[in-house]
């Protein structure tokens, strides 16, 4: 049976209310722009709309702030697929639904992003820079610690960037040399440190990794196109691996 949820009419789902995440609300914001972009209109001519999140199945709805509109604001919920007959929302009253951070986004300021580890630092940086203030872990909230984040995070964007660390051998090297260099800089900090010293220490992992299969892949995929697109290159991992391809073809 068809349910109404937030003047939207849905069949086969259930939705449990969570709490609307920067990713979420910049979702929206991107599909409003769209919206706008494609229907030459403002944004106070939208009352409702939708984005869909593959990355973590949720669905956020908007609703404008005006008369008329039964329950305005942002909601965000966990989607999951059910028998026809068997839909049910479940709500929860604790969740906060209010749009002003969506406005502030439409009004050019940045939403704030807390982050546990480096890692996720490292995921919320690369995929929305231009949109949220991604704060640093305490731990690493230092001079030196922000001064080796910024070395980390070029190795971690150069990786990203190319297809290439997407192949087997590509994303076991990756995998490998992120995971030494931010135990390595754990390490570093946590004894006082600073960056140079972690600079140093790169050099040395990388001579410890292994790196035959990733500069195989290198010689085997022979496209001058990879090479033209990732050097010179501000990653050391990356200019050590494709030094190792080079000696061994001349």
């Known amino acids: 049976m068809a349910i109404k949820l937030h003047s939207f009419v849905t069949s086969g789902k259930r939705y449990i209310q969570v709490e609307s995440q920067p990713n979420h609300i910049i979702g929206i914001l991107k599909t409003i722009k769209q919206y706008i972009s494609i229907r030459g209109c403002d944004l106070i001519d939208i009352e409702k709309i939708y984005y869909y999140s593959e990355e973590d199945g949720t669905v956020t709805f908007y609703q404008a702030d005006k008369q008329g509109v039964d329950s305005p604001g942002l909601w965000t919920y966990l989607l999951y697929e059910c028998p026809e007959g068997q839909e049910k929302v479940f709500r929860d009253s604790n969740v906060n639904t209010n749009v002003k ?140 691996a494709f030094n190792m391809a080079l000696s061994r073809i001349v």
Not at 111 to 135: C, G, H, M
Not at 156 to 183: P, W
Not at 198 to 225: G, V
């Open 101 to 240: 951070p969506l406005y502030r986004l439409l009004a050019g300021d940045k939403l704030v992003q807390e982050t546990v580890d480096i890692n996720e630092y490292f995921q919320y940086r690369y995929l929305e820079d231009s949109y949220l203030d991604v704060k640093l872990p305490p731990a690493w909230d230092t001079q030196e610690g922000r001064k080796i984040s910024n070395i980390l995070f070029k190795e971690y964007q150069v990786f990203k960037t190319s297809a290439l660390f997407a192949e087997t051998a590509g994303e076991s090297y990756m995998k490998v040399v992120l995971e030494k260099f931010i135990e390595t800089a754990k390490q570093i900090l946590e004894a006082g440190g600073n960056s140079i010293e972690f600079e140093y220490a790169q050099y040395e992992i990388l001579r410890q990794i292994q790196i035959d299969d990733m500069a195989n892949l290198i010689l085997e995929l022979n496209d001058y196109r990879i090479w033209q697109a990732l050097l010179p290159s501000e990653s050391k991992a990356v200019e050590y």
